[in-house]
Protein backbone atom coordinates (compact mmCIF):
# COMPACT_ATOMS: atom_id res chain seq x y z
CA UNK A 1 0.00 0.00 0.00
CA UNK A 2 2.60 2.93 1.27
CA UNK A 3 5.35 2.58 -1.36
CA UNK A 4 8.64 2.17 0.63
CA UNK A 5 10.59 5.37 0.33
CA UNK A 6 14.43 4.36 -0.84
CA UNK A 7 16.32 6.96 0.69
CA UNK A 8 19.56 4.98 1.37
CA UNK A 9 21.65 4.65 -1.69
CA UNK A 10 21.19 8.26 -2.42
CA UNK A 11 22.51 9.44 0.83
CA UNK A 12 25.59 7.32 0.23
CA UNK A 13 26.08 8.70 -3.33
CA UNK A 14 25.47 12.40 -2.63
CA UNK A 15 28.47 12.32 0.83
CA UNK A 16 30.87 10.87 -1.77
CA UNK A 17 29.90 13.32 -4.19
CA UNK A 18 30.31 16.89 -2.11
CA UNK A 19 34.03 15.61 -1.47
CA UNK A 20 35.39 16.14 -5.08
CA UNK A 21 34.59 20.22 -4.54
CA UNK A 22 36.22 20.31 -1.65
CA UNK A 23 39.45 18.21 -3.11
CA UNK A 24 39.88 20.96 -6.37
CA UNK A 25 39.05 24.07 -3.97
CA UNK A 26 42.24 22.93 -1.72
CA UNK A 27 44.24 22.05 -4.79
CA UNK A 28 44.01 25.46 -6.19
CA UNK A 29 44.72 27.07 -2.99
CA UNK A 30 47.74 24.75 -2.69
CA UNK A 31 49.50 25.77 -6.24
CA UNK A 32 48.70 29.15 -5.23
CA UNK A 33 50.41 29.18 -1.91
CA UNK A 34 53.15 27.44 -4.19
CA UNK A 35 53.15 29.81 -6.64
CA UNK A 36 53.90 32.98 -3.77
CA UNK A 37 56.28 30.46 -1.41
CA UNK A 38 58.91 29.27 -4.07
CA UNK A 39 58.90 33.19 -5.56
CA UNK A 40 57.27 32.23 -9.15
CA UNK A 41 55.03 35.08 -8.63
CA UNK A 42 55.72 38.38 -6.25
CA UNK A 43 54.16 38.21 -3.19
CA UNK A 44 53.24 42.20 -3.80
CA UNK A 45 51.59 41.46 -6.41
CA UNK A 46 49.64 38.15 -5.40
CA UNK A 47 49.50 37.88 -1.73
CA UNK A 48 49.30 34.03 -0.67
CA UNK A 49 46.37 32.69 0.87
CA UNK A 50 47.97 32.40 4.02
CA UNK A 51 48.88 36.33 4.19
CA UNK A 52 45.05 36.84 2.84
CA UNK A 53 43.89 34.57 6.10
CA UNK A 54 46.20 37.03 8.11
CA UNK A 55 44.97 40.01 6.20
CA UNK A 56 41.59 38.84 7.03
CA UNK A 57 41.99 37.88 10.75
CA UNK A 58 43.97 41.34 10.96
CA UNK A 59 41.53 43.61 9.98
CA UNK A 60 38.40 41.38 11.27
CA UNK A 61 36.61 44.00 13.17
CA UNK A 62 36.88 46.80 10.10
CA UNK A 63 35.81 44.16 7.69
CA UNK A 64 32.92 43.32 10.02
CA UNK A 65 31.51 46.82 10.13
CA UNK A 66 31.55 47.15 6.68
CA UNK A 67 30.36 43.97 5.91
CA UNK A 68 26.82 45.11 8.19
CA UNK A 69 26.70 48.20 6.06
CA UNK A 70 26.79 45.72 2.98
CA UNK A 71 24.40 43.30 4.05
CA UNK A 72 21.78 45.67 5.45
CA UNK A 73 21.71 47.36 1.81
CA UNK A 74 21.47 43.80 0.27
CA UNK A 75 18.95 43.16 2.85
CA UNK A 76 16.43 46.14 1.92
CA UNK A 77 17.22 45.98 -1.97
CA UNK A 78 16.42 41.99 -2.29
CA UNK A 79 13.07 42.54 -0.24
CA UNK A 80 12.11 45.37 -1.75
CA UNK A 81 13.08 44.03 -5.11
CA UNK A 82 11.25 40.59 -4.68
CA UNK A 83 8.33 42.42 -3.05
CA UNK A 84 7.66 44.88 -6.06
CA UNK A 85 8.63 41.65 -8.67
CA UNK A 86 6.16 39.69 -7.03
CA UNK A 87 3.18 42.35 -7.27
CA UNK A 88 4.17 42.75 -10.65
CA UNK A 89 4.25 39.01 -12.19
CA UNK A 90 1.24 38.80 -10.03
CA UNK A 91 -0.53 41.78 -11.64
CA UNK A 92 1.13 41.00 -15.30
CA UNK A 93 -0.37 37.08 -15.05
CA UNK A 94 -4.07 38.55 -13.71
CA UNK A 95 -4.58 41.44 -16.44
CA UNK A 96 -3.02 40.52 -20.18
CA UNK A 97 -2.90 44.59 -20.94
CA UNK A 98 -0.74 44.77 -18.26
CA UNK A 99 1.38 41.75 -19.31
CA UNK A 100 1.91 43.21 -23.04
CA UNK A 101 2.38 46.59 -21.92
CA UNK A 102 5.40 46.06 -19.10
CA UNK A 103 7.03 42.55 -20.34
CA UNK A 104 9.01 44.41 -23.18
CA UNK A 105 9.71 47.55 -21.03
CA UNK A 106 11.02 44.98 -18.46
CA UNK A 107 13.44 43.30 -20.38
CA UNK A 108 14.59 46.49 -22.38
CA UNK A 109 15.93 47.89 -18.83
CA UNK A 110 17.67 44.51 -18.80
CA UNK A 111 20.49 45.57 -21.28
CA UNK A 112 21.54 48.20 -19.62
CA UNK A 113 24.37 47.10 -17.51
CA UNK A 114 24.11 48.17 -13.74
CA UNK A 115 27.39 49.42 -14.08
CA UNK A 116 26.14 52.07 -16.27
CA UNK A 117 23.52 52.88 -14.69
CA UNK A 118 25.45 52.90 -10.71
CA UNK A 119 27.23 55.93 -11.22
CA UNK A 120 24.07 58.04 -12.62
CA UNK A 121 22.34 56.59 -9.32
CA UNK A 122 25.60 57.61 -7.07
CA UNK A 123 24.66 61.59 -8.70
CA UNK A 124 21.44 61.30 -8.62
CA UNK A 125 20.72 60.44 -4.84
CA UNK A 126 24.22 60.54 -2.90
CA UNK A 127 26.60 58.75 -0.73
CA UNK A 128 24.19 57.53 1.45
CA UNK A 129 22.59 54.13 0.99
CA UNK A 130 19.81 54.98 -1.32
CA UNK A 131 21.55 54.53 -4.78
CA UNK A 132 22.93 50.83 -3.43
CA UNK A 133 19.33 49.90 -2.81
CA UNK A 134 17.89 51.15 -5.58
CA UNK A 135 20.47 49.44 -8.02
CA UNK A 136 19.94 45.84 -6.05
CA UNK A 137 15.93 46.67 -6.48
CA UNK A 138 16.59 46.82 -10.61
CA UNK A 139 19.14 43.65 -10.45
CA UNK A 140 16.60 41.93 -8.45
CA UNK A 141 13.43 42.94 -9.89
CA UNK A 142 14.24 41.01 -13.27
CA UNK A 143 14.89 36.90 -12.23
CA UNK A 144 12.10 37.57 -9.93
CA UNK A 145 8.81 38.81 -12.21
CA UNK A 146 10.46 36.47 -15.02
CA UNK A 147 10.58 33.52 -12.88
CA UNK A 148 7.30 33.87 -10.95
CA UNK A 149 5.54 34.61 -14.32
CA UNK A 150 6.59 31.64 -15.73
CA UNK A 151 5.63 29.52 -12.96
CA UNK A 152 1.90 30.88 -12.93
CA UNK A 153 1.87 30.34 -16.70
CA UNK A 154 3.25 26.53 -16.33
CA UNK A 155 0.50 25.55 -13.99
CA UNK A 156 -1.51 22.79 -15.16
CA UNK A 157 -5.00 24.19 -16.68
CA UNK A 158 -6.69 20.99 -15.66
CA UNK A 159 -5.96 21.64 -11.95
CA UNK A 160 -7.42 25.53 -12.55
CA UNK A 161 -10.56 24.00 -14.23
CA UNK A 162 -10.88 21.40 -11.48
CA UNK A 163 -10.92 24.24 -8.73
CA UNK A 164 -13.45 26.56 -11.15
CA UNK A 165 -16.02 23.64 -10.97
CA UNK A 166 -15.77 23.71 -7.06
CA UNK A 167 -16.23 27.16 -7.19
CA UNK A 168 -12.84 28.59 -6.83
CA UNK A 169 -12.24 32.24 -6.89
CA UNK A 170 -9.50 33.89 -8.41
CA UNK A 171 -7.63 34.70 -4.91
CA UNK A 172 -8.44 30.67 -4.14
CA UNK A 173 -7.00 28.99 -7.14
CA UNK A 174 -3.98 31.96 -6.73
CA UNK A 175 -3.47 30.06 -3.08
CA UNK A 176 -4.36 26.93 -3.71
CA UNK A 177 -2.56 25.93 -6.76
CA UNK A 178 -0.56 28.86 -8.54
CA UNK A 179 1.24 30.02 -5.90
CA UNK A 180 3.05 26.61 -5.27
CA UNK A 181 3.50 25.94 -8.78
CA UNK A 182 5.50 29.29 -9.02
CA UNK A 183 7.79 28.05 -6.04
CA UNK A 184 10.25 26.07 -7.70
CA UNK A 185 10.73 29.27 -10.77
CA UNK A 186 10.87 31.86 -7.63
CA UNK A 187 13.81 30.19 -5.93
CA UNK A 188 15.42 29.83 -9.10
CA UNK A 189 15.08 33.63 -9.63
CA UNK A 190 15.93 34.24 -6.24
CA UNK A 191 18.87 32.45 -5.73
CA UNK A 192 20.59 34.28 -8.98
CA UNK A 193 19.25 37.64 -7.34
CA UNK A 194 21.02 36.87 -3.86
CA UNK A 195 24.55 36.81 -5.15
CA UNK A 196 23.98 39.54 -7.54
CA UNK A 197 22.81 41.35 -5.20
CA UNK A 198 25.61 41.57 -3.10
CA UNK A 199 28.14 42.32 -6.17
CA UNK A 200 25.15 45.01 -7.06
CA UNK A 201 25.80 46.76 -3.40
CA UNK A 202 29.54 46.52 -3.50
CA UNK A 203 29.44 48.13 -6.74
CA UNK A 204 27.43 50.73 -6.11
CA UNK A 205 29.68 51.52 -2.71
CA UNK A 206 32.82 51.45 -5.04
CA UNK A 207 31.58 54.58 -6.77
CA UNK A 208 31.35 56.80 -3.51
CA UNK A 209 30.07 55.98 -0.28
CA UNK A 210 30.90 56.07 3.94
CA UNK A 211 30.83 52.45 4.41
CA UNK A 212 30.61 49.34 2.94
CA UNK A 213 32.44 46.12 1.97
CA UNK A 214 33.23 48.38 -1.51
CA UNK A 215 34.43 51.51 0.56
CA UNK A 216 36.87 49.33 2.41
CA UNK A 217 37.63 47.64 -1.50
CA UNK A 218 38.52 51.28 -3.00
CA UNK A 219 40.78 52.46 0.66
CA UNK A 220 43.12 49.31 0.15
CA UNK A 221 43.54 49.43 -3.24
CA UNK A 222 44.86 53.13 -2.83
CA UNK A 223 46.83 52.14 -0.37
CA UNK A 224 48.53 49.05 -2.61
CA UNK A 225 47.19 46.31 0.53
CA UNK A 226 46.89 43.71 -1.73
CA UNK A 227 46.64 41.17 0.99
CA UNK A 228 43.65 42.69 2.74
CA UNK A 229 41.98 43.18 -1.37
CA UNK A 230 42.17 39.73 -1.29
CA UNK A 231 40.96 38.93 1.92
CA UNK A 232 37.11 41.11 1.25
CA UNK A 233 37.37 39.29 -2.22
CA UNK A 234 37.14 36.45 -0.57
CA UNK A 235 34.95 37.44 2.57
CA UNK A 236 32.26 38.68 -0.38
CA UNK A 237 32.72 35.01 -2.00
CA UNK A 238 31.31 33.71 1.54
CA UNK A 239 29.22 35.66 2.06
CA UNK A 240 27.30 35.26 -1.38
CA UNK A 241 27.23 31.39 -0.68
CA UNK A 242 26.14 31.81 2.84
CA UNK A 243 23.13 33.36 1.05
CA UNK A 244 22.19 30.92 -1.51
CA UNK A 245 23.08 28.27 0.93
CA UNK A 246 20.26 30.25 2.87
CA UNK A 247 18.20 30.27 -0.26
CA UNK A 248 18.64 26.51 -0.38
CA UNK A 249 17.69 26.25 3.51
CA UNK A 250 14.46 28.10 2.75
CA UNK A 251 13.27 26.50 -0.18
CA UNK A 252 13.41 23.17 1.76
CA UNK A 253 11.25 24.96 4.06
CA UNK A 254 8.86 26.12 2.00
CA UNK A 255 8.52 23.29 -0.29
CA UNK A 256 7.89 19.87 2.03
CA UNK A 257 6.61 18.40 -0.95
CA UNK A 258 9.03 18.13 -3.38
CA UNK A 259 10.95 16.11 -0.80
CA UNK A 260 8.46 13.44 -1.20
CA UNK A 261 7.65 13.70 -5.17
CA UNK A 262 12.10 13.42 -5.45
CA UNK A 263 12.22 10.03 -3.69
CA UNK A 264 9.30 8.47 -5.39
CA UNK A 265 10.74 9.55 -8.68
CA UNK A 266 14.19 7.87 -8.19
CA UNK A 267 12.39 4.92 -6.99
CA UNK A 268 10.66 4.52 -10.41
CA UNK A 269 13.23 5.50 -11.89
CA UNK A 270 14.88 2.33 -10.38
CA UNK A 271 11.90 0.14 -11.08
CA UNK A 272 11.47 0.64 -14.49
CA UNK B 1 -40.50 16.56 -15.59
CA UNK B 2 -37.83 18.92 -14.70
CA UNK B 3 -38.74 18.75 -11.17
CA UNK B 4 -38.74 15.34 -10.14
CA UNK B 5 -35.54 14.72 -11.94
CA UNK B 6 -31.84 15.69 -10.75
CA UNK B 7 -30.41 16.56 -13.26
CA UNK B 8 -31.92 18.03 -16.45
CA UNK B 9 -30.25 18.53 -19.62
CA UNK B 10 -32.28 20.33 -21.94
CA UNK B 11 -31.10 20.88 -25.80
CA UNK B 12 -27.97 22.15 -25.58
CA UNK B 13 -25.85 23.59 -28.16
CA UNK B 14 -22.00 24.40 -28.02
CA UNK B 15 -19.93 26.29 -30.38
CA UNK B 16 -16.10 27.22 -29.94
CA UNK B 17 -14.17 28.83 -31.85
CA UNK B 18 -16.87 28.95 -34.46
CA UNK B 19 -17.17 25.08 -35.10
CA UNK B 20 -20.19 23.14 -33.86
CA UNK B 21 -18.94 20.78 -31.17
CA UNK B 22 -22.37 19.26 -29.80
CA UNK B 23 -25.62 20.16 -31.22
CA UNK B 24 -28.75 19.83 -29.52
CA UNK B 25 -27.90 17.64 -26.74
CA UNK B 26 -31.00 16.46 -24.07
CA UNK B 27 -30.52 14.11 -21.21
CA UNK B 28 -31.59 13.53 -17.59
CA UNK B 29 -30.74 11.61 -14.09
CA UNK B 30 -32.74 10.63 -11.39
CA UNK B 31 -31.90 10.23 -7.88
CA UNK B 32 -29.15 7.89 -7.37
CA UNK B 33 -28.95 6.76 -10.68
CA UNK B 34 -25.58 6.32 -12.86
CA UNK B 35 -26.19 7.29 -16.72
CA UNK B 36 -22.84 6.47 -18.69
CA UNK B 37 -22.30 8.42 -22.24
CA UNK B 38 -20.91 6.18 -24.64
CA UNK B 39 -18.91 7.37 -27.80
CA UNK B 40 -16.06 7.44 -29.30
CA UNK B 41 -13.29 9.87 -28.94
CA UNK B 42 -14.42 13.41 -30.73
CA UNK B 43 -17.77 13.17 -30.35
CA UNK B 44 -18.16 16.21 -27.46
CA UNK B 45 -18.64 14.16 -24.26
CA UNK B 46 -16.15 16.42 -22.57
CA UNK B 47 -17.14 19.64 -24.08
CA UNK B 48 -20.69 18.42 -22.76
CA UNK B 49 -19.59 18.08 -19.53
CA UNK B 50 -17.62 21.25 -19.49
CA UNK B 51 -21.22 22.60 -19.90
CA UNK B 52 -22.72 20.34 -17.09
CA UNK B 53 -20.07 21.64 -14.70
CA UNK B 54 -20.11 25.05 -16.07
CA UNK B 55 -16.57 25.81 -17.05
CA UNK B 56 -18.24 26.69 -20.35
CA UNK B 57 -21.18 28.84 -20.84
CA UNK B 58 -23.32 26.97 -23.79
CA UNK B 59 -24.32 28.73 -26.88
CA UNK B 60 -27.85 27.12 -26.45
CA UNK B 61 -30.26 25.23 -24.21
CA UNK B 62 -29.82 25.11 -20.19
CA UNK B 63 -28.87 22.96 -17.73
CA UNK B 64 -31.03 22.06 -14.23
CA UNK B 65 -30.13 20.93 -10.87
CA UNK B 66 -33.60 19.46 -9.01
CA UNK B 67 -35.58 22.11 -10.94
CA UNK B 68 -32.86 24.89 -10.47
CA UNK B 69 -31.66 26.84 -14.11
CA UNK B 70 -27.55 26.25 -13.18
CA UNK B 71 -26.49 27.07 -17.04
CA UNK B 72 -23.28 28.71 -17.00
CA UNK B 73 -22.57 28.55 -13.06
CA UNK B 74 -19.91 26.73 -11.63
CA UNK B 75 -19.82 25.11 -8.02
CA UNK B 76 -22.82 23.17 -8.45
CA UNK B 77 -21.22 19.48 -9.08
CA UNK B 78 -17.95 18.04 -8.48
CA UNK B 79 -15.80 16.64 -11.36
CA UNK B 80 -13.64 14.00 -11.82
CA UNK B 81 -11.03 13.32 -14.88
CA UNK B 82 -9.33 10.12 -15.81
CA UNK B 83 -5.64 12.12 -14.35
CA UNK B 84 -6.52 12.37 -10.47
CA UNK B 85 -5.65 16.28 -10.57
CA UNK B 86 -4.68 15.88 -6.85
CA UNK B 87 -2.59 18.70 -6.43
CA UNK B 88 1.14 17.33 -5.89
CA UNK B 89 2.04 19.67 -3.04
CA UNK B 90 -1.09 19.47 -0.72
CA UNK B 91 -0.76 16.24 1.32
CA UNK B 92 -3.97 13.79 0.97
CA UNK B 93 -5.76 15.25 3.26
CA UNK B 94 -5.59 18.61 2.61
CA UNK B 95 -6.12 17.33 -1.12
CA UNK B 96 -9.68 16.02 0.03
CA UNK B 97 -10.76 18.73 1.68
CA UNK B 98 -9.98 21.05 -0.49
CA UNK B 99 -13.58 21.41 -1.53
CA UNK B 100 -14.74 22.68 1.71
CA UNK B 101 -11.87 24.83 1.91
CA UNK B 102 -13.03 26.20 -1.33
CA UNK B 103 -16.46 26.40 0.45
CA UNK B 104 -15.09 28.94 2.88
CA UNK B 105 -14.78 25.85 5.81
CA UNK B 106 -12.04 26.20 8.78
CA UNK B 107 -8.99 24.39 7.76
CA UNK B 108 -9.18 21.87 10.50
CA UNK B 109 -12.77 21.48 10.42
CA UNK B 110 -12.42 20.66 6.48
CA UNK B 111 -9.68 18.33 7.59
CA UNK B 112 -11.95 16.74 10.26
CA UNK B 113 -14.61 15.93 8.08
CA UNK B 114 -12.93 14.84 5.27
CA UNK B 115 -10.97 12.37 7.40
CA UNK B 116 -13.84 10.66 8.70
CA UNK B 117 -14.34 9.09 5.33
CA UNK B 118 -11.02 7.60 4.74
CA UNK B 119 -11.39 4.67 6.12
CA UNK B 120 -14.38 4.14 3.58
CA UNK B 121 -12.43 4.83 0.93
CA UNK B 122 -9.82 2.62 1.91
CA UNK B 123 -7.18 5.04 2.36
CA UNK B 124 -6.42 5.06 6.15
CA UNK B 125 -2.89 5.85 6.92
CA UNK B 126 -2.58 8.08 4.08
CA UNK B 127 -3.75 11.61 5.25
CA UNK B 128 -0.44 12.69 5.78
CA UNK B 129 1.03 11.60 2.49
CA UNK B 130 2.28 13.25 -0.49
CA UNK B 131 0.22 12.01 -3.70
CA UNK B 132 3.03 11.07 -5.48
CA UNK B 133 3.92 8.83 -2.24
CA UNK B 134 1.00 6.67 -3.48
CA UNK B 135 0.11 4.25 -6.17
CA UNK B 136 -2.64 4.67 -9.37
CA UNK B 137 -5.81 3.19 -7.38
CA UNK B 138 -5.34 4.63 -4.31
CA UNK B 139 -5.07 8.15 -5.92
CA UNK B 140 -8.01 7.29 -7.79
CA UNK B 141 -9.44 6.99 -4.88
CA UNK B 142 -8.59 10.06 -3.09
CA UNK B 143 -9.63 11.75 -6.39
CA UNK B 144 -13.09 9.96 -5.51
CA UNK B 145 -13.56 10.88 -1.93
CA UNK B 146 -12.61 14.98 -3.02
CA UNK B 147 -15.26 14.52 -5.53
CA UNK B 148 -17.59 13.49 -3.02
CA UNK B 149 -16.70 15.91 -0.37
CA UNK B 150 -17.54 18.19 -3.00
CA UNK B 151 -20.92 17.21 -3.95
CA UNK B 152 -23.13 14.58 -2.64
CA UNK B 153 -25.57 15.19 -5.35
CA UNK B 154 -24.32 14.59 -8.69
CA UNK B 155 -20.63 13.65 -9.88
CA UNK B 156 -19.46 13.74 -13.26
CA UNK B 157 -16.86 11.71 -13.80
CA UNK B 158 -14.51 12.00 -17.69
CA UNK B 159 -13.46 8.05 -17.99
CA UNK B 160 -12.05 8.15 -14.53
CA UNK B 161 -10.63 4.37 -14.39
CA UNK B 162 -9.11 4.28 -17.83
CA UNK B 163 -5.65 4.47 -17.02
CA UNK B 164 -5.99 1.70 -13.87
CA UNK B 165 -5.24 -1.97 -14.76
CA UNK B 166 -7.51 -4.47 -15.33
CA UNK B 167 -7.80 -5.83 -11.79
CA UNK B 168 -7.70 -2.57 -9.87
CA UNK B 169 -10.18 -1.30 -12.05
CA UNK B 170 -12.55 -4.15 -11.31
CA UNK B 171 -12.19 -3.51 -7.63
CA UNK B 172 -12.30 0.18 -7.86
CA UNK B 173 -15.57 -0.42 -10.04
CA UNK B 174 -17.54 -2.56 -7.57
CA UNK B 175 -16.23 -0.16 -4.57
CA UNK B 176 -17.59 2.61 -6.46
CA UNK B 177 -20.87 1.72 -6.83
CA UNK B 178 -21.39 0.01 -3.25
CA UNK B 179 -20.54 3.38 -1.93
CA UNK B 180 -23.10 5.46 -4.77
CA UNK B 181 -25.56 2.99 -3.52
CA UNK B 182 -24.78 4.37 0.34
CA UNK B 183 -25.09 7.89 -0.37
CA UNK B 184 -27.60 8.10 -2.67
CA UNK B 185 -25.40 10.05 -5.67
CA UNK B 186 -26.58 10.76 -9.23
CA UNK B 187 -23.57 9.89 -11.74
CA UNK B 188 -23.01 10.84 -15.44
CA UNK B 189 -20.18 9.30 -16.16
CA UNK B 190 -18.01 9.15 -19.37
CA UNK B 191 -16.60 6.22 -21.26
CA UNK B 192 -15.80 4.97 -24.43
CA UNK B 193 -15.51 1.36 -23.14
CA UNK B 194 -18.84 -0.75 -24.02
CA UNK B 195 -18.14 -3.24 -21.56
CA UNK B 196 -18.05 -0.81 -18.59
CA UNK B 197 -20.90 1.41 -19.89
CA UNK B 198 -23.02 -1.94 -19.57
CA UNK B 199 -21.67 -3.23 -15.92
CA UNK B 200 -21.89 -0.07 -14.38
CA UNK B 201 -24.82 1.72 -16.06
CA UNK B 202 -28.66 1.70 -15.30
CA UNK B 203 -28.79 3.64 -18.73
CA UNK B 204 -26.36 4.32 -21.29
CA UNK B 205 -26.83 7.71 -23.75
CA UNK B 206 -25.01 6.74 -27.36
CA UNK B 207 -23.25 9.68 -28.48
CA UNK B 208 -21.61 9.78 -32.08
CA UNK B 209 -21.12 12.58 -34.93
CA UNK B 210 -19.38 16.02 -35.51
CA UNK B 211 -21.09 17.78 -34.27
CA UNK B 212 -21.87 15.34 -30.92
CA UNK B 213 -25.52 14.18 -31.33
CA UNK B 214 -27.56 11.71 -28.92
CA UNK B 215 -27.97 8.49 -30.89
CA UNK B 216 -29.84 6.71 -29.10
CA UNK B 217 -30.93 5.67 -25.35
CA UNK B 218 -30.43 2.16 -23.76
CA UNK B 219 -31.54 1.28 -20.49
CA UNK B 220 -29.95 -1.87 -18.55
CA UNK B 221 -32.91 -3.74 -16.76
CA UNK B 222 -30.91 -5.99 -14.64
CA UNK B 223 -30.24 -4.08 -11.11
CA UNK B 224 -26.82 -3.17 -9.94
CA UNK B 225 -26.40 -5.69 -7.34
CA UNK B 226 -27.65 -8.86 -10.09
CA UNK B 227 -24.19 -7.69 -12.23
CA UNK B 228 -21.91 -10.95 -11.23
CA UNK B 229 -20.37 -12.44 -14.08
CA UNK B 230 -23.11 -10.61 -15.98
CA UNK B 231 -20.41 -10.39 -18.87
CA UNK B 232 -20.50 -13.55 -19.46
CA UNK B 233 -24.74 -13.43 -20.09
CA UNK B 234 -26.39 -13.76 -23.24
CA UNK B 235 -28.15 -10.40 -21.96
CA UNK B 236 -25.37 -9.09 -22.27
CA UNK B 237 -24.11 -9.21 -25.20
CA UNK B 238 -27.70 -8.20 -26.79
CA UNK B 239 -27.23 -4.57 -25.02
CA UNK B 240 -23.78 -5.03 -26.48
CA UNK B 241 -25.04 -5.29 -30.05
CA UNK B 242 -27.41 -2.67 -29.76
CA UNK B 243 -25.16 -0.18 -28.45
CA UNK B 244 -22.59 -1.17 -31.17
CA UNK B 245 -25.19 -1.02 -33.72
CA UNK B 246 -26.46 2.67 -32.26
CA UNK B 247 -22.83 3.92 -31.99
CA UNK B 248 -22.04 2.50 -36.19
CA UNK B 249 -24.97 4.30 -37.29
Same mark, same amino acid.
Given at each position: ????? =???????????????????????????????????????? @?????????????????????????????????????????????????????????????????????????? @?? /???????????????????????????????????????????????? =????????????????????? =???????? /???????????????????????????????????????????????? /?????????????????????????? | %???????????????????????????????????????????????????????????????????????????????????????????? $???????????????????????????????????????????????????????? %??????????????????????? $???????????????????????????????????????????????????????????? %??????????????? %???
Amino acid at each position: MKEEL =RTGEKRIRGNSGTIYPFISILAILAIWQALTSFGIVPSFM @LPSPADTIKAFIGDFDLLMMHLRVTLLETLVGTVTGVCVGYVAACLMDMWDPAYKALYPVIVITQTIPAVAIAP @LL /VLWFGYNMMPKIILIVLITFFPIVVGVLDGFRSVDKDQINLLKTMGAT =RWQIFRHVKFQSALPNFFSGL =RITVAYAV /VGAVLAEWLGGFAGLGVYMTRVKKSFAYDKMFAVIFLISIISLLLILL /VNILQKKCMPWERANNKTHNQKVRTE | %MTETRRLTVENLTMELDGNTIIEDVSISADRGELVSLLGMSGSGKTTLFNCISGIYDPTKGKVFLDGRDITGTTGNMSYMLQKDMLLPHKKI $IDNVALPLIIRGEKKEAARKKAGAHFSRFGLEGTEEYYPAQLSGGMRQRAALLRTY %MFSDKVALLDEPFSALDTITRRS $IQSWYLDIMKDINLTTLFITHDINEAILLSDRIYVMTGKPGRIAGEVPVALPRDERDNFD %MREEFLDYKRRLMDL %MSR
